[in-house]
């Protein structure tokens, strides 16, 4: 467990960096956005770019990982949404909360720390849980927040979310990085000396810049949503995504391997402890934009972040 630790430490001291760094001001909230354009168009496409065009082909078509990941994705958000709706939280708030207890960070914090400590193969199983979260979950999360405006006209607000959301998927570059990688691993190709020098300088420089981020954007969403709310609000989401997301895959998987599905077992570890994972930090700006409620999102995703530590360690220690 404290060799667990000692990996796991500086990831989530970096946060800590960002969030006081943006706390005291020392970082200029108007500065967050240009950090976060940095990790998400430059930094971070070339880190999954790397990690793909590395990792056998194989890994990065298991179908037994997207089905058993894509099954809990939709039972926890099913969940989340049934256990949290009431008089105050409609299908916008409990939509995106059901968003941040079924989309664990696997981009900004996932893959390096999993590499981290697994090695490059949990690269793949990771990997493809990104494009699973970023092509359906967030697309339906997304389309269900929108039926709260009448049920006729909600209907049509929610096609035209879900038909929005997978537009913002396109515009993504992350998605076009992880295919660009896995073409170049299924003709061995790789970049020019010079190029892939330079796109894997920018990959070395996405997962320390992107967690300092993810502590500038918990302290920002802090600082510009501190209305009070009940705990109750925001703590069970939160436990949901650290406890009942990683125990719910366990179970399926294990399940679905005992009925002859060809899961591997170090494929099932790798993404139970990539659900272990705190929630990813980008959904508060989504709810910002959809006009939910930020301020809770941005407490659950404040709680996974710092419970994570503990959490996600002690499910790395239990499981390898």
């Known amino acids: 467990m404290l060799n667990i630790l000692l990996v796991t430490f500086p990831f989530f001291a970096l946060v800590a960096a960002g969030y006081v760094a943006a706390h005291r001001r020392m970082l200029p909230l108007e500065a967050i956005p240009g950090l976060n354009g940095f990790v998400l168009f430059f930094a971070l496409p070339c880190m999954l770019y790397r990690f793909g065009s590395t990792t056998p082909i194989a890994q990065l078509l298991d179908l037994s990982v997207v089905g058993v990941y894509l099954l809990c994705g939709l039972v926890m958000v099913a969940f989340a949404i049934a256990m ?5 939280i409609r299908w916008n708030d409990a939509s995106l909360g059901a968003l941040v207890a079924a989309f664990p960070n696997s981009g900004f914090m996932g893959v390096p720390l999993l590499v981290a400590l697994l090695g490059q193969r949990a690269a793949g199983p990771a990997i493809l849980t990104m494009l699973v979260d970023m092509l359906i979950t967030s697309s339906l999360c997304v389309a269900l927040s929108r039926l709260d ?33 896995a073409l170049a691993s299924y003709w061995q190709f790789r970049l020019p000396g010079p190029v892939e020098k330079t796109a894997w300088l920018l990959a070395d420089a996405a997962s320390p810049v992107a967690l300092f981020t993810i502590g500038a954007v918990l302290a920002r969403s802090q600082i510009q949503s501190s209305h009070p709310m009940p705990v109750s609000d925001y703590l069970p989401v939160a436990l949901m995504k650290l406890l009942l997301h990683p125990l719910l895959i366990l179970v399926v998987g294990t399940a679905a391997r005992q009925l002859g599905v060809p899961l591997d077992g170090d494929a099932l570890t790798i993404v139970v402890l990539v659900a272990a994972l705190p929630s990813a930090s980008n959904v508060s700006l989504l709810a910002e934009r959809l006009g939910a409620d930020n301020g809770r999102i941005a407490r659950i995703i404040l709680v996974t972040t710092v419970a994570a530590f503990v959490t996600f360690s002690a499910a790395v220690s239990l499981l390898t």
């Open 149 to 181: 405006e009448g049920e006729g006209h909600g209907r049509d607000a929610m096609l035209d979310a879900g038909k929005k959301a997978l537009k913002g998927v396109a515009a993504n570059p992350m998605p076009w990085a992880i295919l660009g990688g």
């Open 84 to 88: 949290t709706m009431n008089e105050r």
